[in-house]
């Protein structure tokens, strides 16, 4: 079986097309998988920091559960707007930041409270 010219030129132009669409579709599957690595060291950064909240915003999107990730901020819209719930989330975030300070910098904090 000997293919003309113009079969081989259409053969050749079939393989880079597809070469070129797989490659393309890897390239965005690496740009995406590289988002939620750097989401990944966000959440447990902000797990570090005491704010569970928002890594909830930040787990949802690494496992790709876009409901989920709707439904925490719902969630944490409503308990913004409530003044207690609202004053009740600032002083654990701000108790959690104070605790973990101390343990980092207790000569400083010293120092603040001492008035120096």
Known sequence: MIYDTQTLIILALAVVAVVATISWVFR???VIE???RNMLKLYSRLQEL???RLAGFAQAYIVGD???LYKEAHNLMHDIMDPVKADELLAKVFYNQLAARWKKEPDRIKKVIDGA
Do not use: A, I, T
Request: negative net charge; proline residues 0%; glycine residues 16%.
């Open 28 to 30: 965005k599957d690496d």
């Open 66 to 68: 876009y409901s989920g």
């Open 34 to 36: 590289e988002r939620r």
């Open 50 to 52: 005491g704010l569970e």
